[in-house]
């Protein structure tokens, strides 16, 4: 008997069961996949992420794990060019952008070294439930052994098609249409900061990561997606010509060292984020699109949030209840405008916004509070404040 079993082992679970099983809890952790192994991800770690790795006591390993320190964006649309970065958390402003293979299994060790037991190659089958109330777990071992353990608590970090929440019926509370399709790739030779290009209906965004290796994603509308897939690499390269001329004569003197990968299903939503004996996290409770790269920050705070609000309430049913509608609340408290702000940049109109921040120029305070509000960093209320309509008034 667990006092929790967390399914998944990505960036949300494996540090919620490191964080449980520090308060002296008994964790299971499972995980379908057999570390390290890859998988789609736009990599970047905003500031609050760096900086619960460091509190975590895990930032150290990511950095002898090889990762490039990034310390410089810029954003380029028609007729708008803005150089800085985001403001700092905790004394964190540099960021990363990591393999998953590298990440993943960094955040896995972890929960062991804190007690959790780690069960990899594990496929969950089902839930058990004891008069409406989740209790345990069905899964099947590597060796194809079908095996039940029960918890007081399980968690559903599995993924944007969650099982756990298809099994609860944990239903979608808001939800927004697919708006953008992405397909990327790592090139060598190819040097970068952490930049960002636009223009009407394209978006493309690129970071150094690990082994002297560049990420470079291209977005393009949901509509194109059936177009865009049938001939992905010519769509890839035509839409950083067009959108990135001069990136475009970078990667002409680089080397393209991986297969393009891509996807068309970035769905919009929040979920009912929990349940008598579940609670779900990450991409399981709430899924945007890639474009703003927010969805392993968002994961590394979700774990934080959920495991501080429970604390030492687990055994006690009327104060874990409480303690999940807090973490739900939470949820809406700290994710709506990003959400939202996610929304608009996936519109893929930068027509929008280019005037105001063409008014930007010669103020770079408030140009690294404009890149904050999407770090998280600084929220939209200060960067929309006095200081910021005064410049926008007189210029």
């Not at 990762?67 to 800085?84: E, F, K, M």
């Not at 089902?126 to 060796?143: A, K, M, Q, S, W």
Request: hydrophobic residues 35%; aromatic residues 10%; glycine residues 8%.
């Amino acid at each position: 008997m667990y006092d929790v079993i967390v399914i998944g082992a990505r960036c949300a679970g494996s540090p919620a069961a490191m964080l449980f099983a520090r308060q002296g809890y008994r964790v299971a952790l499972l995980e379908k996949a057999r570390f390290p192994r890859d998988t789609l991800s736009s990599h970047y770690i905003h500031q609050p992420g760096v900086a619960l790795l460091d509190r975590w006591g895990l930032l150290d390993q990511l950095r002898a794990a090889g990762c490039q320190p990034i310390d410089h964006q810029s954003y380029t649309a028609p007729g708008v060019r803005l150089d800085g970065f985001s403001l700092p958390v905790d004394g964190h402003r540099t960021t990363y952008a990591p393999r998953r293979y590298v990440l993943d299994p960094i955040l896995a060790a972890g929960a062991v070294r804190s007690g959790v037991e780690f069960k990899d190659s594990c496929t969950v089958d089902d839930l058990v439930f004891e008069n409406d109330r989740v209790v345990g777990v069905r899964y099947t071992t590597p060796g194809g052994v079908a095996a039940t353990d029960r918890a007081r608590l399980v968690i559903g970090a599995d993924g944007m098609r969650s099982l756990v929440a298809g099994k609860t019926g944990a239903r979608k509370v808001i939800e927004h249409p697919r708006l953008t399709c992405t397909y990327y790739s790592y090139w060598a030779g190819v040097p970068a900061h952490f930049e960002l290009y636009e223009r009407p209906g394209r978006w493309i965004g690129l970071t150094p990561t690990n082994d002297d290796l560049t990420l470079i994603m291209t977005y393009f509308p949901q509509s194109e997606f059936p177009e865009v897939r049938t001939s992905a690499e010519t769509a890839y390269l035509e839409a950083v010509r067009a959108t990135a001329p001069e990136l475009y004569e970078r990667m002409s003197a680089g080397t393209r060292v991986e297969p393009l990968y891509g996807t068309g299903h970035q769905e919009n939503f929040f979920r009912k984020a929990f349940g008598p004996g579940w609670v779900l996290l990450g991409d399981s409770v709430h899924h945007k699109d890639s474009i703003t790269a927010r969805g392993i920050t968002d994961a590394f705070i979700q774990a934080q949030s959920l495991t501080d609000h429970i604390g030492e309430r687990l055994h006690d049913d009327t104060a874990l209840m409480t303690a999940l509608s807090r973490y739900e609340r939470d949820l809406d408290d700290k994710f709506d405008n990003l959400y939202q702000a996610a929304l608009n940049v996936a519109e893929l109109k930068p027509e929008r916004q280019s005037q105001m921040l063409r008014k930007l120029a010669g103020h770079q305070d408030l140009i690294d509070r404009y890149f904050s509000t999407v770090s998280g960093s600084c929220s939209f209320d200060d960067f929309y404040n006095t200081e910021l309509l005064t410049v926008l008034d007189q210029s």
